[in-house]
């Protein structure tokens, strides 16, 4: 279920966020409750991602080991698509997270 342009994700509760910046000040974080399809999307993607982890861990070869990466950065991607959409992030935001969080990634 996609969200219209101006419609806001439900909210399940506030959760306060603790930053180094802020030290024991949090400031409050809205935590958007997924409909069922959503919810059993992210946790099927995540137990693949525990799984492909593992794969990888053994991997010996490293064809299977690119190979696993590549199906671990798929299924990242996947999820973050996901949160992403949960959130109603514009593509403005969706670039700034992305940029942020870049760090180590490529």
Do not use: F, W
């Amino acid at each position: 279920m996609a969200l219209t342009r101006n419609e806001k994700p439900a909210v399940r509760q506030e959760k306060t966020l603790l930053t180094p910046e802020r030290g024991n000040e949090g400031e409050s974080v809205p935590i958007p409750s997924p409909e069922k399809t959503r919810e059993k999307r992210i946790v099927k993607l995540v137990d693949t991602m525990l799984a492909l982890n593992k794969q990888l861990a053994a991997a010996k070869t490293p064809h299977e080991q690119a190979s696993l990466r590549a199906q671990i950065d798929a299924t990242d991607a996947q999820i973050d698509a996901i949160v992403y959409q949960l959130y109603g992030l514009t593509s403005e935001e969706i670039a700034l997270v992305e940029a942020a969080t870049s760090n180590g990634k490529e």
